[in-house]
Antibody, heavy 126, light 108 residues
Framework: EVQLVESGGGLVQPGGSLRLSCAASGFTFSSYGMNWVRQAPGKGLEWVSYIGTTTSTIYYADSVKGRFTISRDNAKNSLYLQMNSLRADDTAVYYC???????????????????WGQGTPVTVSS | DIQMTQSPSSLSVSVGDRVTITCRASQSISRYLSWYQQKPGKAPKLLIYAASSLQSGVPSRFSGSGSGTDFTLTISSLQPEDFATYYCQQSYSALLYTFGQGTKLEIK
């Protein structure tokens, strides 16, 4: 059974740092790209960051670029998000999600986020 | 950046209704479009990928269509467990995946 379990969330002051973790099990972690997605209270989903199967491919949303760093340890089946210079508008539930390629045809591969963790809440407040 | 706009933002519907939700991309995204369902306090669930491919285990009353800039999610006969918020998401640009703002289905 595929499982993604986030941890590391909590209350932090503005300007502070936090490191989120996502422990993966039930699949070959090293074979999948992974994402972080967040959801502010009462708001919609916001994609945060993507990391490929190796660390050579990494993308960030503009809202977190330069402040957040995504990483992974395939030996530990773990995904991380280092969050620095946190602001009040970073307050959200943070989810890790597996990037799954559904099928490829004609040179195009179509994907979706097929498994998600339960989320870990992050509150940035003084 | 590719912007995704869903309509409507909310919809009052009844069990058994046929429901259609629209998602429009600010530029062509071919068929790089997924749909998710989210219930309160829960993680999102993948329903549709590649605009019209049904994810394994998802009931056949859910269907997706469209390509380019205009997409729809249709629920053929709404069931009680379908009351939730639905999001579209583009994966055309891996540099910046984006979600629509969501459509909340409410009980009429």
């Amino acid at each position: 059974e595929v499982q993604l379990v986030e941890s590391g969330g909590g209350l932090v002051q503005p300007g502070g740092s936090l490191r989120l973790s996502c422990a993966a099990s039930g699949f070959t972690f090293s074979s999948y790209g992974m994402n972080w997605v967040r959801q502010a209270p009462g708001k919609g989903l916001e994609w945060v960051s993507y990391i490929g199967t190796t660390t050579s491919t990494i993308y960030y949303a503009d809202s977190v670029k330069g402040r957040f760093t995504i990483s992974r340890d395939n030996a530990k089946n773990s995904l991380y998000l280092q969050m620095n210079s946190l602001r009040a508008d970073d307050t959200a539930v943070y989810y890790c999600a597996r990037d799954w390629i559904g099928h490829c045809s004609g040179g195009s591969c179509y994907s979706g986020f097929d498994f998600w963790g339960q989320g870990t809440p992050v509150t940035v407040s003084s | 950046d590719i912007q995704m706009t869903q309509s409507p933002s909310s919809l009052s519907v009844s069990v058994g209704d046929r429901v259609t939700i629209t998602c429009r991309a600010s530029q062509s995204i071919s068929r790089y479009l997924s749909w998710y369902q989210q219930k309160p306090g829960k993680a999102p669930k993948l329903l549709i990928y590649a605009a019209s491919s049904l994810q394994s285990g998802v009931p056949s009353r859910f269907s997706g269509s469209g390509s380019g800039t205009d997409f729809t999610l249709t629920i053929s006969s709404l069931q009680p467990e379908d009351f939730a918020t639905y999001y579209c998401q583009q994966s055309y640009s891996a540099l910046l995946y984006t979600f629509g703002q969501g459509t909340k289905l409410e009980i009429k």
